[in-house]
């Protein structure tokens, strides 16, 4: 039982690690939402499509699919961003495409082995949506801690408070001390 | 998999694949079309010049996201400058010899620090600042100034020169 | 821009470790071979002039920037099927890539064809520029594996050890390169 709970840890790491790019560009609410719901959206169509694809493609051709769906999902988003805010687009295209090729999405793009996984696979879409939650949250901590407030709209003359926490040095430092205070607090429920 | 070794649900599978790409293809063509209308509409306002009319160009070179060309009123192009930390945004109008003719800062993110120091920059480089007024940050932060103009005097020869050839 | 300049960019300032936080994940998987490392600059090279191209010259002007992920993913899986015929051929056993060292080296190959393609316009450049990309990735992910083992040999506390030290580490580091690139490359690339 031990060891199954760190192998678990143990990926969910891996796959935070994979994240990471969009944790790192997310530096402000506006980015993050944009980001966070881009995940959402891209990592339930390669959950969805995983799992309604047939079993029978065997493994390689559900991937393919899943990734492919992945990659329109992304685009569709990118779109969707390019309409509702051109220049939002222009400074986050890159990172919006990135979104498909991250590891929690190859992840959920491949096709559960057993049965009992593939029952358990609606942990998937809880998965996505905590992860791109947790893109939302860092952008607005970052924010708050780069400029003292909270705002969606760009400043003529923006409020600076602790520039470093905007700038990708900032964000894997706090990255490191969120991932200790994790373990300090999962340490302490396995304790109780 | 039948006998014959054709799948029919290999082949509607990338049937309904080939058709959502179509689709994300065309919406991508009209979010573009969209956003060029939109940018240029956003160039006059700021510049206070809506009988200006604009048309949108898209450049993404070096700086320069792209420009608003009007028929009678020259040239404007939207300056965004990144670095780590956030975006600067300005819009400078140019003559036909590429020159700088005046900018507007449009804004930065959130906790950028150096957008001060750019307006005070991009300020000097249009003559409406006066010399004197400088920062320690100042030689980090004039390449950058200087590669913007630069593009936009090499993209705005380029454009009137095609024009003239014509 | 002389190869100089990109390697010394690509290494510091630009580096994507640092810019995109593709942070790798453990350190034994990469302790690859210099073959490996070898075909991961050229196969990001190859990815940065068809990212990089295709993008400026097929896709925006037609409008279809949005679509981009869908073909750099056909360029990826275009790639896999050759290779895969390219193994049957001389009869070697191919090994299907599903693990997440393999997805890591497809986003970080994107990133590399991505901070490439915004950058330069000409095939030269984006050859070099992808190449360099991949180049200075490999070498921040050779100095930040050093940084981890003399860390093992220092009393980190234990809610620390790990991926907290790494991303501390990482931060650090990118602290370090960002100094860099306002000092210096700023100048160079603008």
């Known amino acids: ?64 699919f899943s990734m492919a769906g992945a990659m329109i999902a992304s685009s569709v988003c990118a779109t969707l961003i390019r309409i509702i805010d051109p220049l939002l687009f222009e400074s986050s295209f890159t990172r919006v495409f990135l979104a498909a090729y991250t590891v929690p999405v190859f992840n959920a793009a491949v096709v559960p082995s057993s049965m009992a996984d593939r029952e358990r696979a609606w942990e998937n879409m809880a998965r996505g949506l905590g992860y791109g939650s947790a893109i939302v949250l860092v952008g607005l901590v970052r924010e708050l801690m780069a400029s003292g407030g909270v705002s969606i709209a760009q400043a003529t003359n923006p409020s600076v408070f602790l520039p470093v926490m905007a700038q990708p040095a900032g964000a894997m430092v706090l990255l490191g001390l969120a991932a200790a205070g994790f373990r300090v607090a999962t340490s302490r429920g396995v304790d109780r | 998999m039948n006998g014959s070794g054709f799948d029919k649900n290999l082949a509607i599978g990338i049937v309904l694949l080939v058709l959502c790409g179509t689709a994300s293809g065309l919406g991508s063509r009209y979010a573009a079309a969209q956003a060029g209308a939109y940018l240029a509409q956003q160039a006059d306002a700021e510049l206070n010049a809506p009988a200006r009319h604009s048309v949108w160009n898209t450049l993404r070179t070096g700086q320069i996201v792209g420009r608003a060309v009007s028929a009678r009123h020259g040239s404007a192009y939207l300056i965004a400058i990144k670095r780590q930390g956030g975006e600067y945004r300005a819009i400078a109008r140019s003559d036909a010899d590429g020159s700088l003719v005046s900018v507007v800062p449009l804004g930065a993110n959130a906790g950028f620090s150096y957008a001060p120091r750019l307006d005070a920059l991009f300020a000097r480089a249009a003559g409406v600042a006066k010399h004197g007024d400088d920062s320690p940050i100042d030689p980090a932060l004039k390449p950058m100034i200087v590669d913007a103009l630069e593009t936009i005097a090499t993209l705005e020869r380029s454009r009137t020169e095609a024009i003239n050839g014509q | 821009m002389s190869i100089f300049g990109l390697a010394f960019y690509f290494t510091f300032g630009g580096n994507i470790l640092v810019q995109w936080g593709v942070i790798p994940g453990t350190r034994a998987k990469h302790a690859g071979s210099w073959g490996a490392s070898f075909a991961f600059i050229i196969a990001a090279a190859v990815a940065a002039v068809f990212d990089g191209l295709l993008f400026r010259y097929s896709l925006t002007p037609m409008g279809l920037e949005s679509i981009a992920p869908i073909t750099f993913a056909l360029f990826v899986f275009g790639a896999y099927a050759a290779l895969r015929a390219l193994f049957a051929a ?36 984006l050859l070099g520029g992808g190449a360099m990309a991949a180049f200075g990735y490999l070498a921040a992910t050779r100095f930040l594996d050093a940084i981890m083992e003399r860390l093992d040999l220092e009393p980190v506390p234990a809610t620390f050890r790990g991926a907290p030290i790494r991303f501390i580490s990482a931060g650090l580091m990118a602290l370090a390169f960002s100094g860099v690139d306002a000092s210096f490359f700023s100048r160079i690339s603008g």
């Open chain 1, 1 to 64: 039982m031990g060891n199954e709970n760190r192998t678990v840890t143990t990926r969910a790491w891996a796959a935070f690690v994979g994240l990471t790019p969009l944790l790192v560009f997310s530096n402000g609410l506006l980015i993050g939402l944009v980001l966070g719901m881009t995940f959402l959206v891209v990592h339930s169509t390669a959950s969805a499509v995983a799992l309604l694809v047939p079993v029978s493609f065997g493994q390689r051709r559900i991937f393919a």
């Open chain 3, 90 to 125: 001389i009869n070697k056993p191919f090994i299907d890539p599903f693990d997440d060292n393999s997805f890591q080296m497809t986003l970080v190959l994107y990133a590399a064809a991505m901070t490439a393609g915004q950058c330069f316009s000409s095939v030269w450049l």
